[in-house]
């Protein structure tokens, strides 16, 4: 999982403040896909995405949470006015067209923090 | 919609052996994944199953029963080390790598 890229690790923001995840697959991979693990609880889905398309968003909450991976670049999770049930860590996985075995990739995860 | 299931948390001894066991709902079901996880940490990838029958790999081994939904995964001569969530994931229909995970399952290893 080491191919994976999240940053930044760890981030710290104020109720109404806006928090940017970035998530760099792994070489080769086209597939992106963003999760989120709240305290004691498993991984939960948000959004699947490949370069410039939104797949599947069917785990991202209504408001205040969007997502991208543009051409060029990193995939971007962006979390606008955040409030403290957003304190979470969220995970990004990357993948080949088609996974089996191993080939689904977890970063490292960034810990966001609100307070 | 799916709903995958896994006890809690399980405790046992080092050196022993412990089974955990994943029940699942879903549709379109394509593949079964066990991941370990340790504290503030990213799931690593332990085990893949799509068809039924037991993989071994090592002191780790997962068995899945797709007519019942069921899986397990088999952790034996437990090691301190071990202690971690092991959490069960579900993927579902023939495109994409979208997962559904269970709740994991905390085990405890005591001397």
């Known amino acids: 999982n080491a191919g994976v890229m999240q940053n930044p690790r760890h981030l710290v923001r104020r109720r109404g403040q806006e928090a940017r995840l970035r998530c760099s697959p792994m070489k080769g991979h086209s597939h992106v896909y963003w999760y989120r693990q709240l305290p004691e609880e498993g991984l939960k889905f948000m959004v699947y995405l490949q370069k410039e398309n939104i797949i599947d968003e069917s785990g991202m909450p209504k408001e205040r949470f969007s997502a991208e991976f543009p051409k060029e670049g990193p995939s971007i999770l962006r979390i606008q006015q955040v409030v403290r049930g957003d304190s979470a860590a969220y995970f990004c996985a990357s993948s080949t067209i088609r996974g089996d075995g191993n080939t689904i990739y977890f970063g490292e995860g960034s810990w966001l923090t609100v307070v | 919609g799916q709903n995958i299931d896994q006890p809690t948390e399980m405790t046992a001894t080092e050196g022993a052996i412990v089974q955990i066991n994943c029940t699942y709902q879903t549709s379109g079901f394509n593949g079964l994944f066990w991941y370990q996880q340790h504290a503030g940490e990213a799931p690593t990838f332990l085990s893949y199953n799509v068809l039924d029958g037991l993989e071994e790999k090592g002191r780790f081994s997962s068995f899945l029963s797709r007519s019942k939904g069921y899986s397990y995964l088999l952790l034996k001569e437990l090691q301190m080390k071990d202690s971690a969530s092991y959490l069960c994931?579900?993927?579902?229909?023939?495109?994409?790598?979208?997962?559904?995970f269970g709740g994991g399952t905390r085990v405890l290893v005591k001397p």
């Open positions: 994931a579900v993927r579902e229909g023939a495109a994409g790598n979208k997962l559904t």
